[in-house]
């Protein structure tokens, strides 16, 4: 794990999605040794004395949490638009990764697109998005990893060998066959890179490929029952709109209410170096 990033940031609006993403943090926590923060955004229109009544509970939450887990907890309190203020102060003070429950796309925002993707969209820090407790305590078993033949890919599988080392998991990498010459080939390449490392890093995997004229989105989900996956690695796209992250929406908001970590491009791609974790 990079030492320079000691916590874990759970999003906090005082729910139960909440309280269940600071489970998901506690079971992190105790297997990568790191600290958790709470994070609640104030509307720039509430009041101060809501402002205080927030502070109080928010203490006596990570008072609990401390004495409950052992596990070093604070909580921070900002104003400001939810859509901007969680990623930029995850990406400022280099937080390891935000962990936030959704309840998925529901009503209005089947159209408009999903909450969760709008906070997620853009930002440095991976987020792990939950809709559910953990189903246990122990370890992220079955990992699945969708891939095509994008080079974003790379960062995607970084994190996936990090989880896979840490948690003893398996990697199930999902790939979707391609007509097209050029981009198999580009599709070969980057699954050569992902044996290439996952066997350099001692992680168990398996191969599975559907065709080219399937969903990717919904073989993903329906690959992920059928395995009880504990997690589901995805790239998310760098802009939003009516047709872009369609599915990014479809992953995240999963009827299995699997956990989905979601990892964003970066314009410059990690060195193939920095996939040995020692």
């Not at 104030?42 to 939450?61: M, R």
């Not at 998925?104 to 991976?126: D, E, R, T």
Request: aromatic share 10%.
């Amino acid at each position: 794990m990079d030492k320079s990033k000691k916590f874990l940031l759970v999003t906090w609006d005082f729910t139960e999605l909440s309280d269940y993403a600071l489970q998901h943090a506690i079971k992190i926590s105790r297997m990568i040794d790191t600290k958790i923060r709470l994070i609640h955004i104030l509307s720039k229109k509430e009041s101060p004395e809501s402002e205080i009544t927030k502070q109080k509970k928010l203490q006596l939450i990570i008072e609990k949490n401390k004495e409950e887990s052992g596990i070093d907890t604070s909580w921070v309190l900002l104003r400001g638009k939810i859509f901007n203020e969680i990623s930029e102060y995850a990406a400022d003070n280099q937080a390891f990764m935000v962990i936030m429950g959704t309840h998925g796309i529901q009503g209005s925002q089947k159209v408009f697109g999903s909450w969760a993707l709008k906070v997620i969209m853009g930002s440095k820090v991976p987020f792990l998005v939950i809709q559910d407790k953990p189903r246990d305590w122990e370890k992220y078993q079955n990992i699945v990893l969708p891939v095509d033949h994008r080079i974003e890919n790379r960062e995607k599988l970084k994190m996936a060998i990090f989880m896979g080392k840490y948690f003893d998991s398996r990697i199930h990498i999902l790939k979707q066959a391609v007509n097209d010459r050029f981009l198999r080939k580009k599709l070969n390449i980057t699954m050569n890179f992902a044996v290439k490392y996952l066997i350099q890093n001692n992680i168990s995997y398996e191969i599975h490929e559907i065709s080219h004229d399937e969903h990717l989105g919904k073989k993903t989900m329906e690959f992920a029952s059928e395995i009880n996956a504990d997690l589901i690695i995805i790239m998310v796209t760098r802009k939003f709109g009516p047709t872009i992250g369609v599915f990014e929406q479809y992953i995240i908001a999963n009827s299995a209410r699997v956990p989905v970590l979601c990892i964003n491009p970066r314009s410059s791609f990690v060195r193939v170096g920095s996939f040995q974790f020692g």
